[in-house]
């Protein structure tokens, strides 16, 4: 061994040293406490980034966390809807998903997650792949915007955790697909995030992670190494008046802020495109992506 | 009240009563006790039977049994191959199922399944649909009749029972789609009939039902009055040999002399045009259909 | 099988379909329910109906009620008095219990206790026969009617609930004859009637049960047809008012009402003259019977 | 306090000391042991007597012991059988139990019972009254010595322990009377020192102690103090080949010798005369009577 | 056996059965109870006392009491202090514990700690040796008598019982040197007397017991015999306002009163140099100290 | 941020996920197991290297490890002997741990035990200090080397593991200083080194740890790079055949292999002058010093 070497092989040692007594306390924390991934964008898309997010969760379940994965259908509905010939109406600008394209949404939706649970497994990771409907989870009506009908689009309106609790108590993970049923059992769409938030509210769980395509919430937006590692609530609000968070960043922030209120401790937007940014971001202090916390905790620091 | 009418209450009143007395012994002895119902035929396609099964299968699980529902996909199948103008190719007289039929074979059976679920939650029964990929339930390993590769078509080599045993301890009813994962993680399609068998063997399930379109294993398949109650292994094999069980019902009587020796207690052929078929055999000394039973008890006793 | 056989059978058939039908729920909604059986009367003399009501009980047992019975001594107690050339003495009318006539209804009440335990172990089923004084059951202090000492005849003051619980939980049927203690130890003898409603009450049971030698409470007191399935309080009392409920059927239905009024769920006047009446009572809509319930439910309802 | 009363008091003292260091062992020793008392003889007929034996029963209770008291009739049943004006018929020197005898007996030893339950009861000892025929405990065959049919007098063929365990798990003490059923359902009496052996064996008691009206078994049948403390198998057969253990002493010491191979650790032969006797027996050394425990200790070894 | 031996054995028998009878209800009141023993004085430096109080104390443990183990250093930290030539400094009268001499004055407080360890598992105890800094149990700020600072003495400032609990729990007697820590991780001296005042309120102890070198509280000090079995905290207060109690005496008594105050059932003051005061004190009505109680219970009584 | 602070940005963060995804499998394996420590050396005289070793043990516990600590008296023994007086007495060139010398090695072992204690406790880390005298753990007999008796110098013939038990179940962490006893009750010294052996071996650790003044086994003992991550049994011993392990190393590796053949999983012999190796050697792949094996896994194998 070379000097060199020698000197680059202790800086390694030093660092895996940090890192492991940065990230001992953290996992003895999060020890049983569920985490939320709401899965989409280029992490569903490039099968790296697939596999890199797969092999993290199994991880965090490894070390004793319990993650439930909530996942869209990404571009596969409309692949199909054009497969099938069927046509797109509009109602006063907003699309409508009518019984037909309902039937493809949840055809889809299903075989998503069908085949998310089938890669798990394949890795090793139980899984098992649900709808909101199994179990009467997701208890929905019809979503009016504007007082429009726009077809089979749900608001949630209640979850039942019970198959929830009983898949994390045997070591399962859940792979949720976004749908419900009304009180007169007709089955609707649900937009992925606002499932991802409802559930990690009803479950009180202790991280929700949205893997996305930024890096997080910048102080300037052009300059990516500006993300701020934790905001809490105070702060965001401050920032969304100021108009740094802006955008697309705006509705991302706002389901955050959401899913807080609703009592989920941490909430995370993180950089999908990053190989295993999950366990960076629970397990360093500094993290790899923007975390939202509730007021109570001190202003703008950056130590998670 | 008229003396024909008090005559005509007395008798219904005494048939009440033995109906009482003969149901409350099996109601006790069938507590706790696992039923795998293959649901299938008209059952499957007539509105009003569909809804006797589900009431059935929910009145069942209110008095303590365990009921598993396994599904096929019906015609759907073969609806949504033509509709997407798909061709089905033949090899050496098989139908061979390519990646594209398993991907809408798969598709069919997940929406069936769900529609189910959708079904018998609205009825206020905990269900939860799952295929044989979920939690790694079904393992299978390609299907080679006569050495022929017809494509993604697997028989069963390993039922894990976990995800089974985690719903039924936790009162939902798992609602089985028949699709499985070959070791190198391969979706491939089962037949429904193969995939009741392995699962109520796996789960020592002290009963299968096979709701079929006819009454019953008959002594003249020329008159469904003949229908045979209880036919013990070696009878059966009888009258496999005398040629009484032959064409169509030689399959099924193989089946359910699989199920049996592979440690079902009771299995049933069951006339699923009739309503309330599953109440009426298993509640009722005579029952309604034909049971096949172990090798030890008593020849043609027609006592259920 | 000719055509009238046939039409018969799927007559009798749909009639077994309908009683399983209404009866699983009420199996599954008493489970573990307490049933206190005043047994007397008619079903005490007649070797069939003693032996159809052990058998309902038995069945009770079966499918997960639990049942618990008191007895009276019947006509016995006087039988011995007269065999042992006893007097029997009055006081203002009273008939008084002395010393010597409290052993004598002591020993014929312990007599039949063990004899209808014999009777129900012989048939299979665990029954044990403990009297009042046992664990300390009954308090009782003597009754005073009308200030005047008319013997050994005690008023329950507290029912001490732990043996009951006992033999409940370890699935025994317990068999009681109505003694008690007062607090300086000497034995009393205890109304049938008083001591099932003070039992009931105590143990909170769902059902208290009375087998009378009538069919129920009339509109027509003549008119045996004309019986009234269910009763609310508001209801019995109007009745009472109005003299419809009237003569001997006047204290049964008072004894009902304080039952009600001591937290028993249903109290149910039953001819015991009717064989399998328990049956039939408890797992069917219309019953065979009167059930008085509490106030809250709709009124002249006759469904159970 | 003058010279010899402290002297006195100080003798005291030691011995109380010395009481309690031999005591404390035998307690902790015998926590959740089972004893099985066979109550009869002047303990039962002297009142003083009574209360002594009660209390220490009460006491054994309290530190923790099981104890289960069988008892006879006693001199009741003639006194009844003569008040009643019934004849004794004899066959072949045996007196005849008929069915009649069998009646009043069973009513006295019930009778006998009840008084039993009262007196610990109004001593706040929680004590319950049984029958052999309760929970189906004694099943017995007709006894028939020399081939005669002497009527109701049955041998027990097993024990059925499940109420006795139910009622030692949950504090009571049970009090037993000695009748027992046949597989026809009949009732049969039992001699109560064979109950007590046969019941002892099947609960499998650490001790069983007949209350006699005898010192115990002496080498010297005419001096009392020659109570031998502890006898083991082999020396007590000795002792009857030799002749020292004869008359009277012969049955009860060979009931001893069944218990003992039936799994008794410890069978004791108290004088009933001597209040306390339990206590001083079980919790000093010397004891007060004799001890036959199994023949793997050292012979005549006086200490318990 | 002469008449006089014979009256002087059934006079034991008497005493004994009387005390069993005395002794058995306190047996099981007392089960489960923890008593502390705070030893010290000549019942340490005597080996015949040591012995008899070990002993007490095992078969306290072995009838189900819960012991505690409190000890002083005795007179073998001067002896150390000498031998290492150690001086001995004075700060306005107080005696300075500095650096050294804690050290000392700790390694002989271990080895006392070890020595009984040693004897008690010698004799068959089950026993574990900590000190006040074991799992952090005594927390302690440094004692400043009119504000002057006299080194490592400490006093408690809370208790922390979690080894305590553990380790009575899994049935170890636990023998405690009086040290304890600061905040800031320094060790301190504590009395032994407030130690064993401390952890016996800590606990919720029913009796602490101190073992000294008088035989109790007198009425009149100069008169041994008139030791007061029981004193509620009205009568102490009364004694010491009329200077009943006091000199030596007070102190001990003020320790008695703020344990009672801080829930302690019974703090008893006995004479550590009569053989097996323990056993006496508590298993006898008069006992053989003084208790100390509650203001609740009957002024001047003298039964336990 | 410039580019090459990017740069080592980016390195550090792989370096980080990379540590987590080797870690999280081992802390997942690790959980709950034993490891334990025989803390002496540099480790236990520099500070830093203290703090660093109470630092590791708290953060093994904090992931669910259970830590037990063995020490030594270091040269702590030795100071006080000198300051003390005393002479050293050799006995065939042994030295004798005379009466008086074994007094002191106790007083200061019982002292480091405690500052140990002391430490941890202080750090937040709840620990209890015993020796192997509490609880009888440690059962010796005299050690007699070549014959000759050289004192209080004892083997260990048993280890009694109840006290170890109770506190890793309550998740205390033992420190553990190597006394003993006889059968005779007398004190003896244990080398510490065994003690930790027998310790590990009876609680079945995972794991045992030496912290050395070593880098581990070298294959050229003069390059301290040239260590063997890992040693199975058959290479372990023919490295000392061939004298690649030879001199200080030998009686460590002897110590090592006995500690397998005693049923510890892995016992790893780690530079205790390397900060946090404890966390290095157990949550890396390659580790940080030698690993010696059982027999069955594959040879000369690097990866742990």
Not at 37 to 44: I, L, R, T
Not at 99 to 126: C, F, P, S, W
Not at 192 to 214: R, S
């Amino acid at each position: 061994m070379s000097h060199e070497e020698k000197e680059r092989y202790m800086d390694q040692i030093t660092v895996k040293a940090e890192t492991l007594i940065e990230a001992l306390p953290y996992i003895r924390d999060f020890n049983n406490k569920i985490v939320v991934v709401k899965y989409g964008g280029s992490a569903m898309t490039d099968k790296r980034l697939e596999e890199s997010v797969i092999k993290d969760v199994a991880l965090l379940k490894l070390v004793g966390m319990q993650p439930i994965i909530v996942h869209g259908g990404g571009k596969d509905i409309n692949k199909w809807v054009d497969r099938l010939g069927m046509e797109t109406r509009f109602e006063s600008g907003f699309r409508v998903t009518d019984k037909d394209t309902m039937e493809i949404a949840e055809m889809v939706l299903n075989h998503v997650n069908k085949y998310l649970v089938q890669r798990m497994e394949h890795l090793g990771v139980k899984a098992i792949g649900i709808s909101g409907k199994d179990g009467g989870m997701l208890h929905v009506k019809k979503k009016m915007p504007g007082g429009k009908d726009i077809g089979y689009v749900g608001d949630i309106v209640r979850v039942d955790t019970e198959i929830l609790e009983t898949l994390l108590l045997n070591d399962f993970i859940p792979v949720i697909a976004p749908t419900g049923m009304d009180e007169k059992g007709e089955t609707y769409n649900i937009n992925a995030d606002d499932a991802a938030c409802a559930i990690a509210g009803a479950v009180q769980a202790d991280k929700l992670a949205f893997l996305t395509d930024v890096e997080g919430v910048c102080m300037n937006p052009k300059d990516p190494t500006s993300v701020i590692s934790v905001l809490n609530l105070i702060e965001a609000n401050e920032l969304i008046d100021s108009g740094v968070i802006s955008g697309g960043m705006l509705p991302k922030v706002n389901n955050c802020i959401r899913a807080v209120n609703g009592g989920v401790n941490r909430v995370h937007i993180l950089d999908g495109r990053r190989e295993h940014c999950l366990l960076l971001e629970f397990f360093t202090k500094k993290g790899v992506g923007t975390a939202i916390i509730g007021q109570d905790s001190a202003p703008y620091s950056n130590e998670k």
